[in-house]
């Protein structure tokens, strides 16, 4: 019963920034981890940034030092700031919750937002 809507894509230079965010609704107790992902054309989907419900944070090796993962509970929004886009970033950004409920594994997926770096 959680719905995820992310917003902030675009087209961008390299070299530029880019901020998403993804709106959380519904009942999102339970939920003990967010994160983005993202899939370009003909690439499977992958794990870019993802922070748990202590404020951990974990970042794919290709955004370290360029992304930062954040969230504001007050809003139940969480954020990506993207800096030193490269066009290799491009793709379908997904925001993704997830945790237990009632003893079982959630999982949530956001519609996605494209962004395009152009070289």
């Known amino acids: 019963q959680v719905q995820l809507v992310e917003s902030g894509g675009g087209l961008v230079q390299a070299g530029g920034s880019l901020r998403l965010s993804c709106a959380a609704s519904?009942?999102?107790?339970?939920?003990?981890?967010m994160a983005w992902h993202r899939q370009a054309p003909g690439k499977g989907r992958e794990l870019v940034a993802a922070?748990?419900?202590?404020?951990?944070?974990n970042y794919a090796d290709f955004v370290k030092g360029r992304f930062t993962i954040s969230r504001d509970s007050a809003k139940n929004t969480l954020y990506l700031q993207m800096n030193s886009l490269k066009p290799e970033d491009s793709g379908v950004y997904y925001c993704?919750?997830?945790?237990?409920?009632?003893?079982?594994?959630?999982?949530?997926w956001g519609q996605g937002t494209q962004v395009t770096v152009s070289s």
């Open positions: 519904g009942s999102i107790f339970g939920i003990s981890g």
């Open positions: 922070i748990t419900s202590d404020g951990s944070t």
């Open positions: 993704y919750a997830g945790g237990i409920r009632s003893l079982r594994p959630v999982n949530y």
